[in-house]
């Protein structure tokens, strides 16, 4: 065997095989420096965040105007690595840095951001700011008295500590501090904080502050002075980060934030309340009176969820765009440069650099990973004897194949049967459509209303016209075996931009790319319009198809509240009699006889809290007039009146949204008949956890009843005046906020009022 000592050694790898921002160097080491492109959206942001540092003080000793910024962009992007820049600017630019703070919403909630917010700031960080206007009342108290401008200036330069000027001059403190107090009430606008931060001044208040501070609850020496309400939930965390940034933001000071990853806590799955939301416009307000520079980075749909008033406060959007080949040339010199002290492309070529950008679609994770592979890939073979040290498109392609093919065919395979199987659609997993072996279709999804269906072919990825190859000659196999049939091509890797272009072509859509964060919408989406029926089919066909497709849907819904009861049931043994109770009226929605449960506890509700319910099932009744519509049309009703009921009736939209209006109002009557029966149980310890079980069974029922599916309904005239356009389309805002007014955040509104009607 030959001894490879010879040999040279391995080349330091300038590429980060992570290919994250480094986020956790600012204190450990503030001088550190990432490999940084200027990207279009670098410079917006930059532009932003230059533009509040370097505005002028406002004028009548009034603070600055703040602003705020969204940076948005998907999965490797660059998010992270921009709002680190951005802090490190700000840190770099600012007198104070420690007024520049990065955060991350991992947490998932405002409560934990708060906390992490304020540990970030430290206690000694807040203490500081607070003597910081100590300082300047203790100032004004001795230009007014005439002393010496010695301890003025030892004061101004922070020589001497505010407290230590006080005690040499035998000043009176507690006068002083009750200027301090009222100070930091009109700064903050709330007396809790001004008296909780002024006692950060005191000794031996520090810990009962900083534990209030955190979240806790407040010790006896806070209650004694009137502080008795912790901060724990989300609308008071967003308070207190507003009152700290108009702490820190006042006095002409200038406050950098960023928080990162906001789309953890503002997603379409997990909407916040409308308190909380109502509670992060005003911290939004709040920053941009305080003077501050608020950075928000999320995902793209991070900002499509909140309301357009919350949307609005938020003046500039920069979006974060894939990188281009001159951004991934320049990327892979400064790298080098910063490792081996010149700048250079080689190993690369400007055709690798090319290819290797279009593999990784311009992503800046995606390219900084194939670059660390295809570096180490080319320093291990110029090793081997006679091979140079450089990076081919040969390895960019084995690169990109062993990076970014997600999963094995297994797991895909799993995956989409899981889909097929949770939407109740009849498939046939390697199913051979024609004769020939290019004809079998990974899954082949048929559907009773049509002739034909939909195969699902799955492929590796698509780096080269070899691999096209391939895949046209499976999807030419298959329309052959079944002209008709819908076709989805699922790659789980990465396509050529080349490639992508002539399956474009082919398949008249693009491809379906394995993105495990879309994936399951994507491709339930695709499936959904390939069972749409034709276009020629009979209304009565269309109609049939859509009520099959809701009473699928109800039983899904249904298979959920099975679900969330027997879980409950295996939690909470001890309240098997009350769980028994709230499981019989949810089956009312499995067919039984309509809301005569929640009809006959409704004597038995307060008045508050059978208004809540009777406003919300009054709303749908008043919207769909179903009953009405049918009563009318079997009253010996002329002829003009049976076909405006075949018209609604033929209108597929018409009937998805009455159906989904009935299924909200059962939703409702049993929540009403839940409740009632909440209030003939005795009365123990556990109530308020069982009124909480309630409200989540309802709130997880709803969210399979999304509101904006009853937009048809606005859009018709009712029924009673449909003879009247004008006056109906008129009235189309009303009926919608009527019905959203009534059905939104319903439950936590029926907690309030139960309470409210509650003494005990």
């Known amino acids: 065997m030959s001894d490879r000592s010879d040999l040279p050694p391995s080349r330091k790898n300038p590429f980060s095989p992570m290919a994250v921002a480094r986020i956790t160097d600012f204190d450990a080491d503030p001088d550190a420096v990432d490999v940084a492109i200027t990207t279009d959206a670098t410079r917006q942001a930059l532009a932003h965040l230059t533009s509040y540092l370097d505005a002028?003080?406002?004028?009548?000793?009034?603070?600055?105007?703040?602003?705020?910024?969204?940076?948005?962009?998907?999965?490797?992007?660059?998010?992270?690595?921009?709002?680190?820049?951005?802090?490190?600017?700000?840190?770099?630019?600012?007198?104070?840095?420690?007024?520049?703070?990065?955060?991350?919403?991992?947490?998932?909630?405002?409560?934990?951001?708060?906390?992490?917010?304020?540990?970030?700031?430290?206690?000694?960080?807040?203490?500081?700011?607070?003597?910081?206007?100590?300082?300047?009342?203790?100032?004004?108290?001795?230009?007014?008295?005439?002393?010496?401008?010695?301890?003025?200036?030892?004061?101004?330069?922070?020589?001497?500590?505010?407290?230590?000027?006080?005690?040499?001059?035998?000043?009176?403190?507690?006068?002083?501090?009750?200027?301090?107090?009222?100070?930091?009430?009109?700064?903050?606008?709330?007396?809790?904080?001004?008296?909780?931060?002024?006692?950060?001044?005191?000794?031996?208040?520090?810990?009962?502050?900083?534990?209030?501070?955190?979240?806790?609850?407040?010790?006896?020496?806070?209650?004694?002075?009137?502080?008795?309400?912790?901060?724990?939930?989300?609308?008071?965390?967003?308070?207190?980060?507003?009152?700290?940034?108009?702490?820190?933001?006042?006095?002409?000071?200038?406050?950098?934030?960023?928080?990162?990853?906001?789309?953890?806590?503002f997603s379409a799955d997990s909407r916040p309340q409308a308190r909380t939301m109502a509670a992060f416009q005003t911290l939004l307000q709040v920053f941009a009176k305080a003077g501050a520079c608020l950075v928000l980075c999320g995902l793209p749909d991070f900002k499509s969820v909140l309301p357009a008033a919350v949307r609005q406060r938020i003046p500039y959007t920069v979006v974060m765009s894939g990188l281009s080949q001159g951004e991934v040339r320049e990327f892979v010199e400064l790298a080098q440069e910063q490792v081996f002290g010149s700048r250079q492309l080689a190993p690369f070529t400007v055709d690798t650099t090319r290819y290797l950008r279009d593999l990784a679609r311009g992503n800046a994770r995606n390219v900084i990973r194939l670059c660390h592979r295809v570096f180490r890939m080319a320093d291990d073979l110029s090793r081997t004897p006679g091979h140079e040290f450089a990076v081919t498109e040969d390895m960019v392609r084995q690169a990109a194949r062993d990076l970014f093919g997600s999963l094995s065919s297994d797991d895909v395979d799993g995956v989409v049967r899981r889909l097929l199987d949770a939407n109740g659609l009849d498939y046939l997993h390697r199913h051979l459509l024609g004769t020939v072996e290019d004809s079998l279709a990974d899954f082949w999804v048929t559907f009773p209303e049509h002739t034909t269906g939909c195969a699902v072919l799955i492929t590796r990825s698509l780096l080269e016209n070899g691999d096209l190859g391939a895949v046209r000659r499976r999807i030419s196999a298959v329309r052959e075996a079944e002209p008709d049939a819908e076709l989805i091509l699922l790659v789980n890797g990465v396509v050529a931009d080349g490639v992508a272009i002539q399956l474009r072509e082919l398949l008249g859509r693009e491809p379906l790319v394995y993105v495990d964060r879309t994936f399951a919408d994507d491709f339930k989406s695709l499936v959904s319009a390939s069972r749409r029926p034709p276009g020629d089919a009979d209304p009565l066909s269309a109609l049939r198809w859509r009520m099959d497709q809701l009473a699928k849907q109800q039983s899904s819904i249904y298979g959920f509240i099975e679900h969330l009861a027997e879980h409950m049931d295996g939690v909470r043994a001890s309240s098997d009699r009350q769980l028994g109770a709230i499981q019989r009226q949810l089956g009312a929605l499995a067919g039984g006889p309509p809301g005569r449960a929640a009809e006959a506890a409704a004597s038995r509700l307060p008045g508050e809290v059978e208004r809540l319910f009777r406003d919300a099932v009054d709303a749908l009744e008043d919207l769909t007039q179903v009953d009405v519509m049918f009563e009318e049309a079997f009253d010996h009703a002329p002829t003009t009146t049976q076909e405006a009921v075949h018209r609604r009736l033929r209108t597929p939209e018409f009937t998805q949204a009455a159906a989904q209006a009935e299924f909200m109002r059962k939703a409702v009557q049993a929540f009403r008949a839940a409740v009632s029966q909440w209030y003939q149980a005795p009365e123990d310890g556990d109530a308020q956890d069982r009124l909480e079980e309630l409200c989540g069974i309802y709130d997880g029922i709803v969210e399979f009843l999304p509101l904006f599916l009853l937009d048809p309904?606005?859009?018709?005239?009712?029924?009673?005046?449909?003879?009247?356009?004008?006056?109906?389309?008129?009235?189309?805002?009303?009926?919608?906020?009527?019905?959203?007014?009534?059905?939104?955040?319903?439950?936590?509104?029926?907690?309030?009022?139960?309470?409210?009607?509650?003494?005990?």
């Open 56 to 265: 002028p003080p406002a004028r009548g000793g009034r603070d600055r105007t703040g602003t705020v910024v969204a940076v948005l962009g998907d999965y490797g992007t660059g998010k992270t690595h921009l709002a680190v820049r951005l802090v490190r600017h700000a840190r770099q630019v600012l007198a104070d840095p420690t007024h520049a703070l990065y955060l991350d919403a991992t947490a998932e909630s405002f409560i934990e951001l708060y906390r992490r917010f304020m540990q970030k700031l430290g206690r000694e960080g807040v203490r500081a700011q607070v003597s910081e206007y100590y300082a300047d009342i203790v100032a004004d108290s001795l230009q007014s008295s005439g002393l010496t401008s010695d301890m003025l200036e030892w004061l101004g330069s922070r020589q001497l500590e505010p407290q230590e000027v006080v005690e040499r001059l035998g000043l009176m403190e507690s006068a002083l501090l009750r200027k301090v107090q009222d100070t930091l009430r009109e700064v903050t606008n709330d007396k809790d904080f001004g008296t909780a931060l002024t006692l950060l001044l005191r000794p031996g208040f520090e810990h009962s502050v900083w534990s209030w501070l955190l979240g806790g609850a407040p010790d006896q020496v806070l209650v004694e002075r009137g502080i008795d309400t912790p901060i724990d939930t989300e609308v008071a965390a967003l308070e207190a980060m507003g009152v700290f940034a108009l702490l820190f933001g006042g006095r002409q000071r200038r406050f950098v934030l960023a928080v990162d990853e906001l789309d953890k806590i």
């Open 713 to 760: 309904l606005f859009k018709l005239p009712p029924w009673s005046a449909r003879a009247g356009g004008l006056v109906a389309e008129v009235g189309q805002g009303s009926r919608r906020a009527r019905v959203h007014e009534a059905l939104r955040n319903l439950s936590p509104r029926v907690r309030r009022a139960v309470f409210r009607s509650s003494p005990a």
